[in-house]
C-alpha cells in the first residue's frame, strides 16, 4: 500500500470529527504506528503534493469512504439478506451523516467551472452499493450474469435484466438514502416499504429513471437546505 492510501485510510475515522476536509487528512500522520507518527499535521502543501490541490484532495477521501463503505457491506456475516445488508450500509452512514449532503455535492460538483451538478458520481456509488449487495446475499433471484461484452452468444434479454435488477435496487437504495439525510430515525422503515413495495426487486427502466430524476432533485434540494450552494 503507498504512503497517500495509507493516510487515506487513517484519514476515514477523522471524517467524523473533521468532516471530508484537508484538515482530516493533514491530522493523519499524527495516527501513524509510534516509530512513523508525526508530532504535527501536514503542511498544506504536502496535502496537495499527496492528494491534490483543493478540493481534490477532499474528493479523494470522499472516494476512499466510498470505498470502505463497499468493505463493510463485504463484511457482512454469511448468509444476511438483502434487507440486512442494504440496512447495515445505511448504519455505515450514521457517524458523518451531517457531513454527506456537502460530500455528494462536491463529488457532483466540476472540477472547474460553475454548476450544473453531475449527479453520475452519487448514482454510481449506488450502483455500486447494489451490485456488491447481490454478490453478498447469494440471492438466486439476482445472481444474473454479468453481460461479457466479447460473448456474441449473450442475449439483450440477459443484458437488460442484468442491469434492470441492480438499476432497481440502486434506485431503492438511493431514496433510501436521500430519506436518510433528511429524517434519520424513519430511515430504515423507509427503505423497508420500499423492498416490500417492490416485486422482486424488478421494475421498469421507467421507474428507474424516475427515481434518478428524484434524485437529482432531492439532491439539489438538499445541498441549498445545508447553504453549500
Not at 455505515?92 to 454548476?115: C, I, K, M
Request: charge should be neutral.
Amino acid at each position: 500500500m503507498s504512503g497517500s492510501a495509507r493516510l487515506l485510510r487513517l484519514s476515514i475515522p477523522l471524517v467524523r470529527t473533521h468532516g471530508f476536509t484537508r484538515e482530516a487528512l493533514a491530522r493523519s500522520v499524527l495516527d501513524l504506528p509510534p516509530s512513523e507518527v508525526h508530532s504535527t499535521p501536514l503542511s498544506d502543501s504536502a496535502v496537495s503534493a499527496l492528494f491534490g490541490t483543493g478540493d481534490l484532495a477532499r474528493k479523494a477521501l470522499i472516494r476512499a469512504w466510498l470505498d470502505d463503505g463497499i468493505c463493510h457491506i463485504q463484511s457482512q456475516p454469511t448468509g444476511s439478506t438483502l434487507r440486512e445488508v442494504l440496512r447495515a450500509r445505511l448504519e455505515f452512514n450514521e457517524p458523518v451523516l451531517r457531513h454527506l449532503p456537502e460530500a455528494f455535492a462536491l463529488l457532483a460538483s466540476p472540477t472547474y467551472g460553475l454548476p450544473p451538478l453531475d449527479p453520475r458520481p452519487a448514482l454510481r456509488h449506488s450502483f455500486n452499493i447494489a451490485d456488491e449487495a447481490c454478490h453478498v446475499t447469494g440471492d438466486a433471484s439476482l445472481q444474473v450474469r454479468k453481460p461479457d461484452d466479447s460473448d456474441y452468444s449473450s442475449s439483450n434479454h440477459v443484458q437488460l435484466e442484468w442491469y434492470e435488477r441492480r438499476g432497481s435496487l440502486a434506485a431503492i437504495y438511493t431514496a433510501s438514502e436521500l430519506h436518510q439525510m433528511t429524517s434519520p430515525k424513519t430511515a430504515y422503515d423507509f427503505l423497508d416499504s420500499l423492498l416490500t413495495g417492490s416485486s422482486n426487486l424488478k421494475s421498469s427502466l421507467n421507474e428507474v429513471s424516475i427515481f434518478s430524476s428524484y434524485f437529482v432533485k432531492s439532491c439539489v434540494g438538499i445541498v441549498k437546505s445545508s447553504g453549500i450552494l
